[in-house]
C-alpha cells in the first residue's frame, strides 16, 4: 500500500458552504483533500463536491470526492476505508456536515421526525465517524505514518444559544459540543487534540433562506463586528488547528462569530 507524501484531511459536508471554504484552504496548506458530502454528480463541476474537487485541482492541490450519509454506518465504514486505501493515512478529521430543520417549529409544536433526522446527522453521524477515524488514527500515530492526527468539530453558537423555534437543531449542537469533549478527553493520551470550533452567523447555503432576518438582526447591532461571518472566517481557525497552532488546548471551544458570544450593556 502506498502512503500519500501530503497529510490527508477528512471534511464532511465540502460540496458547499463552510465545508468548502474549510476544504479550499486546506488543500491550500498542501493537504490532500478528502471531499465528503452525501450529494456528490460526477457530471456536475459547476457546483458541489465536484465543482470543490476541480478548483482544488486547478490549483495544483490534490482531492478526492467520496460520496456518503455521515447518518449512515456503512457510509461511514466505507469512507474510512476508501481513505486508508487511497492515502494509507488519515491526519485531520473535519466534522463539517450538519443540517437545519427543513422547516422552523415552535418547540411547543415540533414534531419528532426532524428531531430524529437532526440527531442522526448533526450527532450520531459524527459521534460514530470520529470513533472510526480516532481508531484509524491511533493505530497510524503507533505505526509512525502519521505524527500528529487531529480532529475538529464545527459545532454551533446554537449549542449554547436558545432559538425556540429550531429546538432540535440547539439539541443535537449542544450532544455534539459534548462528544467533542468527550473525544478529547479520550484521546488526551494518545496526544490527538480534539478542538471544536462553533461559528455564528456565515454567509452559506444553509443560511440563505434567513438573509433578511439576519440582515436586520446585524444592522440593529446583534454583533459588535458589523457583518455576516464568511466560510473563510471558520476555515482560517481549521488552518491554525491543523498547522499545531492550538494544540495545547484541546477540549476548548472558539467562536467564530464577530463577537457574539460577548455579553453587553
Ligand atoms: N451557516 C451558518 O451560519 C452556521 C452557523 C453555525 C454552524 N453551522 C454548521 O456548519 C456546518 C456547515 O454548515 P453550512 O452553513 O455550510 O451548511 P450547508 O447546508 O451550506 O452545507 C452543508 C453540506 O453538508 C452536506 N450534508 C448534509 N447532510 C449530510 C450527510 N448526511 N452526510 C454528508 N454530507 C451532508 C450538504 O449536502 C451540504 O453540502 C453545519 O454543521 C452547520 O450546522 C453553520
Request: proline share 4%; charged share 20%; aromatic share 8%.
Amino acid at each position: 500500500m502506498t502512503v500519500s507524501d501530503r497529510p490527508v484531511a477528512l471534511v464532511t459536508g465540502a460540496g458547499q458552504g463552510i465545508g468548502r471554504g474549510i476544504a479550499m484552504r486546506l488543500a491550500a496548506d498542501g493537504y490532500a483533500v478528502v471531499i465528503n458530502d452525501v450529494v456528490a454528480d460526477p457530471h456536475n463541476t459547476e457546483q458541489g463536491a465536484y465543482e470543490v474537487k476541480a478548483t482544488i485541482a486547478a490549483m495544483d492541490g490534490c482531492a478526492e470526492v467520496f460520496k456518503a450519509d455521515i447518518a449512515e454506518a456503512a457510509d461511514r465504514e466505507a469512507m474510512v476505508d476508501f481513505i486508508a486505501r487511497i492515502f494509507g493515512r488519515l491526519d485531520l478529521l473535519v466534522n463539517n456536515a450538519g443540517v437545519a430543520p427543513r422547516q422552523r417549529t415552535d418547540i411547543l409544536q415540533a414534531g419528532q421526525e426532524s428531531f430524529d433526522r437532526l440527531m442522526a446527522i448533526n450527532l450520531k453521524g459524527p459521534y460514530f465517524l470520529t470513533q472510526l477515524a480516532a481508531n484509524r488514527m491511533i493505530a497510524y500515530k503507533q505505526a509512525g505514518v502519521v505524527p500528529s492526527p487531529r480532529i475538529c468539530f464545527i459545532t454551533s453558537i446554537s449549542a449554547y444559544t436558545s432559538s425556540p423555534a429550531r429546538g432540535e437543531y440547539c439539541v443535537s449542537k449542544a450532544g455534539l459540543a459534548m462528544a467533542a469533549t468527550l473525544f478529547a478527553d479520550r484521546l488526551g493520551e494518545y496526544g490527538i487534540p480534539v478542538l471544536q470550533i462553533a461559528p455564528g452567523i456565515i454567509a452559506t447555503p444553509m443560511t440563505a433562506v434567513v438573509t433578511a432576518k439576519y440582515d436586520k438582526l446585524i444592522a440593529e447591532g446583534l454583533l459588535p463586528t458589523k457583518r455576516w461571518g464568511q466560510s473563510e472566517d471558520v476555515a482560517k481557525v481549521v488552518s491554525a488547528f491543523a498547522a499545531g497552532l492550538l494544540d495545547y488546548s484541546t477540549g476548548t471551544v472558539i467562536e467564530v462569530g464577530g463577537g457574539f458570544g460577548i455579553k453587553r450593556l
